[in-house]
């Protein structure tokens, strides 16, 4: 049985800093692509970041780009995203999903991924 459990999220003023974690079990975890997704109150899910089976390859949204890094141990089947400079546009619920690589599935979608967690609430105050 896969399991997928976000952790790290919080409460932040503007300008601060989160690390959110995502341990998964269950899994060939090497073999899944892994990303970051967020829904905000009355807003559709988004994408925010995804990174590749080695992490030798990493996407970002627009929103986030400079300021937010995905990275992933291996060895660990966890994945961080490390979120900087945060704004009170950030608060949102966040989403760690795992999908299986293939080449026609593209990494900004959602139904894509085969895994998600529960998610983690990252609330920032301005």
């Known amino acids: 049985q896969v399991h997928v459990v976000e952790s790290g999220g919080g409460l932040v003023q503007a300008g601060g800093s989160l690390r959110l974690s995502c341990a998964a079990s269950g899994l060939t975890f090497s073999r899944y692509r892994e990303a970051w997704f967020r829904q905000a109150p009355g807003k559709e899910r988004e994408f925010v970041a995804a990174i590749s089976l080695s992490g030798g390859g990493t996407s970002y949204a627009d929103s986030v780009k400079g300021r937010f890094t995905i990275s992933r141990d291996n060895a660990k089947n966890t994945v961080f995203l490390q979120m900087n400079t945060l704004e009170p546009e950030d608060t949102a619920v966040y989403y760690c999903?795992?999908?299986?690589?293939?080449?026609?599935?593209?990494?900004?979608?959602?139904?894509?991924?085969?895994?998600w967690g529960q998610g983690t609430q990252v609330t920032v105050s301005s």
């Open positions: 999903a795992a999908g299986v690589w293939r080449p026609d599935r593209h990494y900004a979608l959602g139904a894509n991924y085969d895994y």
